[in-house]
């Protein structure tokens, strides 16, 4: 099965904090992709890339970056963590088809 | 505006009735994909059904099968003999283009849907 993997499951930083989120994937996947999460407004998409060092950003991208200097892994970083950035953070990947999305088992993070 | 648009944020359900989850679209696209995904209280998502934009038969996997009406751009799950483990968040997702490299195989999310399956 393929995996994807996030380093953490829950996170809580401080505000102001640089934060690094990562993502694994093991199945040799060209794409992957940053969402957040919150209560009704649904998966939004941060950032994608689908290359190795090739990234474009998503619909909300603001007070994000991302890097991608391997293949299997795509780091989300909050280069200074505010509250409004508290969410559910999920990484996916998919094959070059489109049609095999799969995802983190996300992580909670909260900016006190 | 909206591209996935789930209009019901909750729904009840009788263990072993069916139960139609909506979702409509809006795209320009003539190829694009429609994505089915559940998330139990755990977080995950898990992957239900796909349907292609030319695939001219509903998709349907197990107890899921989706409802494709390409002219009125709904894409509609349908969940037969619901069971008390389909309590859960749905969520409807689109990819426009042909998928493949570059940026074709964003996801679009809609809102989600709470499904509630009693006994």
């Known amino acids: 099965d393929v995996k994807v993997t996030q380093s953490s499951r829950y996170l809580v930083k401080r505000t102001g904090e640089k934060v690094f989120l990562e993502c694994v994937q093991d199945?040799?996947?060209?794409?992957m992709f940053w969402y957040r999460q919150d209560p009704g407004l649904g998966l939004r998409l941060i950032y994608f890339?689908?290359?190795?060092?090739?990234?474009e950003k998503g619909d909300i991208p603001e007070g994000y970056s991302v890097s991608r200097e391997k293949k299997e892994r795509f780091s989300l970083i909050l280069e200074s963590a505010s509250t409004n950035q508290t969410s559910m953070y999920l990484c996916?990947?998919?094959?070059?088809?489109?049609?095999?999305?799969?995802f983190g088992s996300g992580t909670r993070l909260t900016v006190v | 505006a909206q591209k996935i648009t789930q209009t019901q944020p909750g729904m009840f359900v009788q263990e072993k009735e069916a139960v139609t989850l909506d979702c409509t679209y809006d795209?320009?696209?003539?190829?694009?994909?429609l994505f089915w995904y559940k998330q139990p209280s755990s977080g995950e998502m898990i992957f239900l059904i796909y349907?292609?934009?030319?695939?001219?038969q509903n998709a349907t996997e197990g107890r899921y099968s989706l409802n494709f009406q390409k002219a009125r751009k709904s894409a509609n799950l349908v969940i037969s003999a619901s069971q008390l483990g389909d309590s859960a968040m749905y969520f409807c997702?689109?990819?426009?283009?042909?998928?493949?490299?570059?940026?074709?195989?964003?996801?679009?999310f809609g809102t989600g849907t709470q499904l509630k399956v009693e006994l």
């Open positions: 996916a990947s998919v094959t070059w088809t489109g049609r095999g999305y799969t």
């Open positions: 199945m040799d996947h060209e794409n």
């Open positions: 890339s689908y290359d190795v060092k090739m990234k």
């Open positions: 795209t320009s696209d003539q190829s694009y994909g």
């Open positions: 349907q292609g934009s030319y695939d001219e």
């Open positions: 997702a689109m990819r426009e283009g042909r998928g493949l490299t570059g940026g074709g195989n964003k996801l679009t």
